[in-house]
């Protein structure tokens, strides 16, 4: 799901047939568990997605839970992951595990359900320019026109799932604003901490 090469965890698993050696990804799917652990691009929302979708399938009302610790990525990658989990019939429960920067904090604070162990980070900020810029003044500011309606389009996401005014949302993503478990769930950016997962 991510494009750094991590170690996997096997489970070994007794069966009629013999040991059967398996990703622990597959128990956590079986448990309705999903997670986004590293950047925000197109293939590990799409991983996501996938997941959302399969799980629906399975059953329409029960809950999934997404673990997050992001450093946030791609605008239009979050969006559709934000998108398709505003589109499922099923709860998400999202749990901050460590960080959710960027657009990780934004899919973070569109769950459902949102818990934070005590010592994850939610961090906010207005999106970045992830490419130089160039070209002539028209498509300059073509892309500063574009950045400028997802900045708005992002800050109205927080808006909606944080109980913040525009206004509000508007001040803090001027730069970049970190919230501990604790001040995340006086924001409204979180529901809950929890030390048991």
Do not use: W
């Amino acid at each position: 799901m991510c494009n750094s090469i991590t170690y996997v965890p096997q489970v070994l698993r007794e069966t009629a047939e013999g040991i059967t050696r398996f990703d622990i990804r597959d128990e956590m799917l079986a448990s309705r568990e999903l997670e986004l652990t590293c950047a925000v691009d197109a293939e590990s929302c799409a991983a996501v997605i996938r997941g959302l979708i399969y799980l629906q399938r399975q059953d329409a009302k029960a809950l999934i839970t997404l673990y997050i610790n992001s450093p946030g990525g791609e605008v239009q990658s979050g969006l559709a992951l934000y998108d398709a989990m505003q589109a499922v019939s099923c709860p998400i429960r999202t749990v901050c595990l460590g960080m959710a920067a960027s657009m990780g904090a934004l899919l973070f604070i569109a769950g459902d359900e949102r818990e934070m162990l005590p010592h994850s980070r939610v961090m906010i900020h207005d999106p970045l320019i992830g490419r130089g810029i160039g070209g002539s003044a028209l498509s300059v500011k073509a892309r500063a026109d574009d950045l400028m309606r997802i900045r708005d389009v992002t800050a109205e996401v927080i808006s909606r799932h944080s109980g913040m005014s525009l206004e509000q949302v508007f001040e803090l993503i001027s730069r970049d604003t970190y919230f501990e478990a604790t001040a995340a769930v006086e924001a409204g950016l979180a529901d809950r901490i929890v030390t048991t997962l």
